[in-house]
Structures are given as C-alpha cells and as structure tokens.
Nanobody, 120 residues
Framework: QVQLVESGGGLVQPGGSLRLSCVAS????????MGWYRQAPGKQRELVAT???????NYANSVKGRFTISRVNAKNTVYLQMNSLKPEDTAVYYC??????????????WGQGTQVTVSS
C-alpha cells in the first residue's frame, strides 16, 4: 500500500503564495500520474492539476497561469506552487497518485488532505 502525505497548507492573504508538497511512501512498483484535487465546503471534489511521470501537465481553467505542478520522480514527490491566490481557492487540497503494484494492478491513492485558506 502507498501512503501519501501532504504538507504546506495554511492561511494566506489574497494575492499571496503557498507551496504544497506530497510524498509517496510504502510498497509499490511505480507511480504513474500524480495530481492535486480540492474540495471546498458544500462542493464536489475537483481536479486542480495533474502531471504524468514524463512531465506532461494538465490544469483546471480556474488555476491556469497561477498554479504550477511539478514532481521529482526519484523522490516520489509532487509539488503545487500556488501564486496569486484568491479567496475562491480556499479548500482542502488532496494529493492523488495512480499506483502500479508489483503484480501490475493499478489503483488510485489519496492523501489525507491539507487545508488552504485564502482570506484577509
């Protein structure tokens, strides 16, 4: 099983920046795509950004130009640099990974979430 541990959330003023990190550990063969999702109170969880093991990225329209996803494969770590934060970015942010096991099955792993609050 894979454990995903997020860090870097917190309270920031509008226009500020935060950097989220997520480290994967445990027993697995490889990790394919990794990504960040978020869920605001009363809303469904939504995709923020994803990145493949080869570095191809995908962003939600609402964060394009403000957020940057990156990863270090050797460290099984994915980052989310968030700039020009807005109050509507307030949510719990979840790390996600597509994990390939040693018997070649695939499953989705999730972190426990980290709170990001954008408020003056």
């Amino acid at each position: 099983q894979v454990q995903l541990v997020e860090s870097g959330g917190g309270l920031v003023q509008p226009g500020g920046s935060l950097r989220l990190s997520c480290v994967a550990s445990g027993s697995f063969f490889s990790i394919n795509a990794m990504g960040w999702y978020r869920q605001a109170p009363g809303k469904q969880r939504e995709l923020v950004a994803t990145i493949t093991s080869g570095g191809s990225t995908n962003y939600a329209n609402s964060v394009k130009g403000r957020f940057t996803i990156s990863r270090v494969n050797a460290k099984n770590t994915v980052y989310l640099q968030m700039n020009s934060l807005k109050p509507e970015d307030t949510a719990v942010y979840y790390c996600n990974a597509e994990v390939r096991t040693i018997i070649a099955t695939l499953y989705q792993a999730w972190g426990q979430g980290t709170q990001v609050t954008v408020s003056s």
